[in-house]
């Protein structure tokens, strides 16, 4: 089994925290930002979930579920949550409340920082529509509708050890193609 981030910050190890960011920032954000119209509160949902990992990776079992689908559980529990927010303060925004949303954000590290995080997660996208098809749609399945595997077998037609090694070898093969691309850029960045 591949190093356990959230069993290492369950263990208090400090180093994994930046690592967790790193490995599953783009995810949370593609998750939030595609069922959210506003950029502002699918930061706030990242925020909110990196929070919610920070105090519940003790809860994480990698006998039950795979650590990815941990994370974008949590991801899409807090992304409805939001969406719940939103139609509650819909219904009772005043004007006021409504213009001062027009305000931009004068923090130019907030700004660089919201760049940065949809430049990755349109990356990640792409990397996904790379994969062979039958591996996109079971990554498909279980990242952005929250299915098991055992689901995702009912819902194809293939069988669960199928299902399983397409999940494996796809998030292997999406971890290796973002690694590498953060590893250009950072290249990049410093010549």
Known sequence: MPDSILLRIADGDRSAVPECISRYGGLIWSLARRRLASREDAEDVVQ????DLWRSADRFDPQVAEEITFVALIARR???D???RGAESRRTASIDEAAATLVPDPAGDAVGRRLELGEE???ADEQLARLKPEEQQVLRLSIFDSLSHSAIAEQTGLPLGTVKSHI???LDSLR???AGRSRTT????TR
């Open 186 to 189: 950072t290249e990049r960045s």
């Open 176 to 178: 290796q193609k973002m």
């Open 168 to 170: 494996r070898r796809g």
């Open 78 to 80: 807090r992304v409805i």
């Open 48 to 51: 909110e979930v990196f929070v």
């Open 82 to 84: 939001r969406l719940r």
């Open 121 to 123: 997660a349109r990356l």
